[in-house]
Nanobody, 121 residues
Framework: QVQLVESGGGLVQPGGSLRLSCAAS????????TGWYRQVPGKQRELVAR???????NYADSVKGRFTISRDNAKNTVYLQMDSLKPEDTAVYYC???????????????WGQGTQVTVSS
C-alpha cells in the first residue's frame, strides 16, 4: 500500500535549477529518515542528501552549498532543491524513506521509482 512517487526531474542547462519532490502515500503511521540518492548506468547508487524527521541533514560533499533537502511532514513530502547544476549531476534520482506502517511497529525502508535529471547545454 505504501508508495513513494518522485517528480520534478527534467532537462536543464548547466547553472540551472530544479526542485524534486517525493510524495509518500498509503498506510503510513510515521515517516522517519528520508533521503535522495542518485545513480548513473554502470555506477553505484550514491547518497545525495538525507534529512531526519527532526530536521537533521547531511549532504554528499559534491552537492554541499548547491542542494538543499527539506520536508513537509504534514504533506508526507520531501524535497530536493538543486541549484547551480552541473553536467556531473546528471543521473536518476531516487527517493528513499524509513517509515512505520499502521500494520507493524517496525521501521521499513522504501524506494521510489526514480526521476531523470539531465544537465546539458
Amino acid at each position: 500500500q505504501v508508495q513513494l512517487v518522485e517528480s520534478g526531474g527534467g532537462l536543464v542547462q548547466p547553472g540551472g535549477s530544479l526542485r524534486l519532490s517525493c510524495a509518500a502515500s498509503g498506510n503510513i503511521y510515521n515517516i522517519y529518515d528520508t533521503g535522495w540518492y542518485r545513480q548513473v548506468p554502470g555506477k553505484q547508487r550514491e547518497l545525495v542528501a538525507r534529512i531526519t524527521n527532526l530536521g537533521s541533514t547531511n549532504y554528499a560533499d559534491s552537492v554541499k552549498g548547491r542542494f538543499t533537502i527539506s520536508r513537509d511532514n504534514a504533506k508526507n513530502t520531501v524535497y530536493l532543491q538543486m541549484d547551480s547544476l552541473k553536467p556531473e549531476d546528471t543521473a536518476v534520482y531516487y527517493c528513499n524513506a524509513d517509515l512505520r506502517r499502521y500494520s507493524t511497529s517496525s521501521r521499513i525502508n522504501y524506494w521510489g521509482q526514480g526521476t531523470q535529471v539531465t544537465v546539458s547545454s
